[in-house]
């Protein structure tokens, strides 16, 4: 099974910073990316998809590169309602693998 | 409206049984593949098994294989997950989630159920 290691596990950021997360593929997904945000209690909610590609919905703070093993979810200006988990999720061929999640946080 | 409505979760002892259901409303079920989900408590989300939009294919975790098993009613607009012999470290919220659009090239994995809570404890 393709591995997705996600990092930092943890992030302290305040309101207005410019934030980046990375994934990395164990072998390449292409651009079977997707980005989730995570709060408690709540289903996820899906940013990004095809690595790239901003869900409907989404703020355009939200933006993601990459392709193949190495990803990047960056956050342009971080806003109060940003601190949460966030979560990679490879959807390439068969299986799907989730990051372990990195915690936006103040 | 497009929704995902999970049931079935509840106090089970080690060693018992339990059946998820997820109704999907509000879109074609039958064109999608759908996913199972769960968060154990404090930890990440894992993803637990995939079923294909015909029922065809499952496809399992690693750590899932042989205990738990999807399966899906495309009359009903129902899917499931049968989860045996459960052990307390499957204690976790457990999410169906639309998967893949077949011939599809949008978003996967934007539609999720409420969640529905499974604790095993003696």
């Known amino acids: 099974d393709i591995q997705m290691t996600q990092s930092p596990s943890t992030l302290s950021a305040s309101v207005g910073d410019r934030v980046s997360i990375t994934c990395r593929a164990s072998q390449s997904v292409n651009a079977w990316l997707a980005w989730f945000q995570k709060k408690p209690g709540k289903a996820p909610r899906l940013l990004i998809y095809k690595a790239s590609t901003l869900e409907v919905g989404v703020p355009s703070r939200f933006s993601g590169s990459g392709s193949g093993t190495e990803f990047t979810l960056t956050i342009s200006s971080l806003q109060p309602d940003d601190f949460a988990t966030y979560y990679c999720?490879?959807?390439?061929?068969?299986?799907?693998?989730f990051g372990q999640g990195t915690k936006v946080e103040v | 409206e497009v929704r995902l409505v999970e049931s079935g979760g509840g106090l089970v002892q080690p060693g018992g049984s339990l059946r998820l259901s997820c109704g999907a409303f509000?879109?074609?079920?039958?064109?999608?593949?759908m996913s199972w989900v769960r968060q154990t408590p404090g930890k990440g989300l894992e993803w637990v098994a995939k079923i294909t939009d015909d029922g065809s294919e499952e496809v399992y975790v690693g750590s899932s294989k042989g205990r738990f098993t999807i399966s899906r009613d495309n009359a009903k607009n129902l899917v499931y997950l049968q989860i045996d012999g459960l052990r307390v470290e499957d204690t976790a919220v457990y999410y169906c989630?639309?998967?893949?659009?077949?011939?599809?090239?949008?978003?996967?994995?934007?539609?999720w159920g409420q969640g529905t809570m499974v604790t095993v404890s003696s």
């Open positions: 509000g879109f074609t079920f039958n064109k999608y593949y």
């Open positions: 999720l490879h959807y390439n061929g068969a299986s799907r693998t």
């Open positions: 989630a639309r998967d893949w659009l077949v011939g599809g090239t949008g978003p996967a994995f934007e539609i």
